[in-house]
């Protein structure tokens, strides 16, 4: 069994039906409304509570910030990346966030976060020289782990290449790369990758990617954080495929007027 910890990942963990919980457990030093309302929450859905008292929290949890609440979940099933290529409404476009080798777990979190906000249909992880999809990654996530769909993969190269031959452009983040993140047109299937923290994409990944993307930087430092960098991106990708297909515009025909 899983643990996940913390309001929120709890709530969404009940919430989102996408795996099996064990229990929850809560505080017995915590009385109030919110953690009232996850306890109503798991009696309406039909989830076992216990009463603990907090250290037996901290001991399970491996810290302190579970905030009174955490849950005995089955442990979570990745998908493939067939998986993820299931159909979409017509005229829609799909796009995906693919992680070359972030390893701390709160940026793993953020970007899970940032990702479902901005309608990303999937994220795609390493299963080597990448963070885990901890408590602690749903804790940081919001509990928005618990709703988007993620995908392990052996080779994140070969993973890629699958994905080009279905017609999906592979967008790599680099800060050497050309044109602006904002000069390209997301209207397309896509995928963006984001490299490691410090280090970026390898250069294998780099290889395979159809375009590098910059975000054009006006201060002394060259990049930002590859959470930060990765939200800039994936809103500007929303942004787009949100604003209305531009009318065509007729020629007009000429008139013919006196002497014509």
Partial sequence: MEVLYGLHPVEEAIRSGSRRLDHVIVSRERKDER???????????GVRVSIEPKEQLT???????????????????FLTVEDLMRPKPDGEYRFFLALDGVE?????GALIRTADGAGVDGVIL???????????VAKTSAGASE???????????????????????????D?????DYMDFDFKTDCVLVLGREGAGLHDLVKKTCDHLLRIPMAGMV????????????????????????EPVVKPKKKLKGLGS
């Fill in 104 to 108: 701390d777990p709160h940026n793993l």
């Fill in 147 to 173: 709703h988007v769909r993620i995908a392990r993969v052996t080779n994140l190269v070969r993973s890629l290449e699958q994905l080009k031959q279905k017609n999906v452009w592979v967008l790599g983040l």
């Fill in 59 to 77: 001991r399970l949890a491996k810290t302190d910030a579970h905030q009174g609440v955490l849950a005995l979940v089955k442990e979570r099933e």
């Fill in 222 to 245: 060259s990049s930002l954080n590859v959470s930060v960098a990765g939200a800039v991106v994936m809103y500007e990708a929303m942004r787009q495929r949100r604003m209305p297909p």
């Fill in 175 to 179: 800060e050497r790369g050309s044109p």
């Fill in 126 to 136: 390493p299963e080597r020289r990448s963070a885990p999809v901890t408590g602690t």
């Fill in 35 to 45: 953690l009232e309302g996850v306890i109503q929450l798991c009696r309406s859905q």
